[in-house]
């Protein structure tokens, strides 16, 4: 089964750039999904298709995809985007959706 | 308005079944896949079914093949999870999530109910 790796955690001091990343084999292939979770509220989604933003999400949040990393960016981050990040793509070889592990944003 | 409230969750024993209900509104179910997505406590999110807008097509998470069956009734705006057969591992916040219309992503999500499994 395929396979998404994110670092548990990474840390920022506000006003710098948060990068997540989120490895697969031959990731750039697919579309990769972003999505944000605060503590005790349901994920929301933060970009889709690598880079597409939804509406509501600022432009400080940016998405990249090639080879075996996609990458989630957050410029100017605020002590607001503290919360659990999770890649997202659909497997075509199962069919199934999958899941990195996600990696805790921590505002310092 | 995009709704989705999952109902159901609560405490059962090993091996005791559960059936979780998400009703939807401000969408037509049956244009767009859905799923069950869950979070054991303190973990990340797991997929665990899903089944297309024609409900032809229903794939399940190898942890929970043969024990848990997707279903809907379009008449009552309603998606459902029975699960069988429950495990101490089953123990999550259970969210039903609508995929978007064009790509393979979770658009809208319920706030999820708590599935306990303990004696």
């Known amino acids: 089964s395929y396979v998404l790796t994110q670092p548990p955690s990474v840390s920022v001091a506000p006003g710098k750039t948060a990068s997540i990343t989120c490895g697969g084999d031959?990731?750039?292939?697919?579309?990769v999904h972003w999505y944000q979770q605060r503590p005790g509220q349901a994920p929301v989604v933060v970009m889709y298709y690598d880079s597409d933003r939804p509406s509501g999400i600022p432009d400080r949040f940016s998405g990249s995809n090639s080879g075996n990393t996609a990458t989630l960016t957050i410029s100017r981050v605020e002590a607001g985007d503290e919360a659990g990040y999770y890649c997202?793509?659909?497997?075509?070889?199962?069919?199934?959706?999958?899941f990195g592990g996600g990696t805790k944003l921590t505002v310092l | 308005e995009v709704q989705l409230v999952e109902s159901g969750g609560g405490l059962v024993k090993p091996g005791g079944s559960l059936r979780l209900s998400c009703e939807v509104s401000?969408?037509?179910?049956?244009?767009?896949?859905m799923n069950w997505v869950r979070q054991a406590p303190g973990k990340g999110l797991e997929w665990v079914s899903s089944?297309?807008?024609?409900?032809?097509?229903?794939y399940y998470a190898d942890s929970v093949k043969g024990r848990f069956t997707i279903s809907r009734d379009s008449a009552k705006n309603s998606l459902y999870l029975q699960m069988n057969s429950l495990r101490a591992e089953d123990t999550a916040v259970y969210y039903c999530?609508?995929?978007?219309?064009?790509?393979?992503?979770?658009?809208?999500w319920g706030l999820g109910t708590l599935v306990t499994v303990s004696s």
């Open positions: 401000g969408f037509t179910l049956t244009s767009y896949t």
């Open positions: 997202q793509v659909s497997d075509s070889s199962s069919d199934h959706v999958v």
């Open positions: 031959n990731i750039g292939s697919k579309s």
């Open positions: 089944i297309s807008r024609s409900a032809t097509y229903i």
């Open positions: 999530a609508k995929f978007s219309g064009s790509y393979d992503y979770f658009d809208y």
